[in-house]
């Protein structure tokens, strides 16, 4: 009887350790899933932070494991319905996906959004399962050990640059200063960081000009590299005249008619023999309404995340028009339908282009591969130390990613409408960035790099000049954006900074060296004008304790 029964009941014994062992693996994961929900829908404010660090457990978990857990897959997908709402979030005025809602009240955003808009930098540890999380990854220049000069350097403002910045939507072609897009997408001028723009520029002027001449057997890769070209002259360039000619004078102005052209068509196209630049400079006087010029380019896109695409060299078309958007709105650029041209507006031009029939004096001061990356690429995050993309510059120019752009042709468009006299161009140059603690010499012991000095000048002057046209009664700057501040009511538009107005201060005394006579004293009027808003708000509080 013994032996009948014994095979069943061994068979059986088998069958429930078997069981046992499926129970206790099946406990494991339910220990799992429990501990994930009791952390995820944790009802005590005390484990709040916990329950955010289990919030991302089950992904990483799921990257590793694979489909063991598929089965609990739903049951996790429960749990992040019943816990985790999707809400609408705006940052900066711009809808922004992946937004979420604890039961605690906690907000959850992509890592992409915080990335781009707090300039922090994480990186992700599989192994560990572990984030990590910078608050900043910048290059600090050393400081300067000479003693301060109020007419020298502004702090560390020559190792730095300002149009770099992630939140500086572009420079404008029309008053040549940043637009700042911080707080508004869209994009406002932002007194602070335009005189720190300006700055910028004086500082780096104020270097180039002290520096002489100093490490130069260092750099005899550079020694005979051509690093300014004049386009007035025919030298290493090709004139191709439509309607035009070119002057003889001590500076070869170059003169463009308008009166025998019956509408916008092309007057002049100059192909330089030599191709690789950083700088458009173009200085001239009478430019009509309608009037532009035209960049053709052929350049590499930064390395992104969609790097076999963007390696590849791309053409595209940069023109700057001396009208408004034809939107009717205040519009800086606009990209055609083909994604390969771009136009630089200039309302300001084209205002006084329609009230006086010509516009008495035009300046382009240009960084074209900056133009084309803050237009096509605006999320890229350029290094905005100076040394640094100077030895990208002269370092990373090879063929396989060169860091300058080909410029194959200029083009000159004239609008004949209104015209009451030709156009004169007055300069008209190409150059490339030279290093701040060197200046080079070409083979006839000329000074080189006088492009991008000159570059420095129009940008410190032109941000001078904004400060003088958009000063109001006040005698302060405005700043016509909304900006909240936590725990406190939002600043409507038109708020002022205090900070600001000493920056500008500066800017506008640093301009006294550069003028004499009637100009000199438009500046030092915009000054005096500054200290209004200090006697005001001195004033007001004298008046609460008398």
């Keep these: ?102 039961q605690e009240k906690d907000v959850l955003v992509s890592f992409e959004v915080v990335r781009t808009h707090l300039k922090v930098f994480g990186s992700l540890d599989m192994s560990s399962n572990t984030f990590y999380l910078n608050h900043a990854n910048v290059e600090v220049p050393k400081a300067h050990l000479y003693k301060h000069n109020p007419r020298g350097i502004y702090m560390q403002f020559n190792k730095l640059s300002v149009e770099k910045r992630l939140h500086v939507k572009l420079v404008t072609a029309d008053e040549g200063v940043p637009i ?60 191709h005249w439509s309607n035009g000619k070119r002057l003889n004078k001590p500076n ?58 963007n390696h590849r060299p791309r053409r595209s078309s940069i023109i700057y028009n001396c009208s408004q958007s034809p939107a009717g709105r205040l519009t800086y650029t606009s990209i055609s339908s083909s994604g390969n041209t771009v136009i630089f507006w200039m309302p300001e031009c084209g205002k006084s282009a329609k009230l006086y029939g010509s516009v008495e004096s035009v300046k382009l001061a240009r960084d074209v591969y900056t133009d084309l990356v803050k237009v096509f690429f605006p999320f890229w995050k350029f290094s905005e130390h100076v040394d640094s993309n100077v030895k990208k510059s002269h370092q990373n120019n090879t063929t396989s990613y060169p860091f300058h752009v080909q410029v194959l042709e200029i083009n000159f468009y004239i609008n004949s409408h209104n015209a009451t006299a030709d156009i004169m161009i007055e300069k008209l140059r ?3 960035a030279v290093n701040s603690q060197t200046i080079l010499y070409d083979a006839k012991k000329r000074e080189t790099g006088s492009t991008e000095k000159l570059l420095h000048e129009v940008r410190f002057i032109s941000a001078a000049d904004w400060f003088i046209h958009h000063q109001d009664k006040n005698g302060a700057w405005p700043v016509n954006v909304r900006r909240s501040l936590k725990g406190r009511r939002t600043l409507q538009p038109g708020w002022y900074s205090a900070m600001g107005q000493g920056i500008e201060v500066f800017c506008l005394f640093a301009l006294n060296s550069f003028f004499s006579g009637f100009s000199s004293w438009l500046y030092i009027r915009c000054q005096y004008q500054i200290i209004i808003p200090v006697v005001h708000i001195t004033s007001y509080h004298l008046a609460l304790f008398t």
């Excluded at 068979?11 to 078997?18: E, F, H, P």
């Excluded at 300006?198 to 005979?224: A, C, E, P, W, Y």
């Excluded at 003169?255 to 023999?273: E, F, G, H, Q, W």
Aim: glycine letters at 4%; a positive charge; charged letters at 20%.
């Design 1 to 102: 009887m013994r032996v009948k029964y014994l095979c069943p009941l061994r068979l059986v014994a088998l069958l429930l350790i078997a069981g046992a062992l499926i129970i206790l693996w099946e406990l494991r994961y339910l220990s799992r899933y429990s501990k994930f929900a009791r952390y995820v829908c944790v009802l005590n404010r005390k484990n709040s932070s916990k329950s955010l660090t289990y919030d991302h457990e089950p992904e990483s978990q799921q990257a590793v494991y694979g489909k063991q857990n598929d089965r609990w897959n739903h049951s996790t997908n429960e749990i992040y319905r019943q816990c985790i709402q999707s809400i609408q979030c705006i940052v900066n005025g711009v809808p922004t996906p992946n937004c979420y809602l604890t």
């Design 180 to 239: 700042s897009s911080q707080w508004d997408h869209r994009g406002y001028p932002y007194p602070i960081q335009i005189a720190q723009f300006g700055l910028n520029h004086f500082s780096q002027l104020i270097t180039s000009d002290k520096s002489g001449i100093k490490d130069v057997q260092n750099n005899s890769s550079l020694m005979n590299e051509i690093m300014d070209l004049d386009l007035t002259v025919s030298d290493n360039v090709l004139h």
């Design 252 to 309: 070869n102005s170059l003169m463009l008619s308008a009166r025998n052209v019956d509408s916008s068509s092309r007057s002049l196209s100059i192909t330089p023999k030599l191709k690789d630049w950083d700088y458009f400079i173009m200085v001239g006087r009478q430019w009509t309404y309608g009037s532009f010029v035209e960049l053709l380019v052929q350049w590499y896109p930064p390395k992104t995340a969609d790097y076999h695409f």
């Design 430 to 432: 190409l150059g490339k």
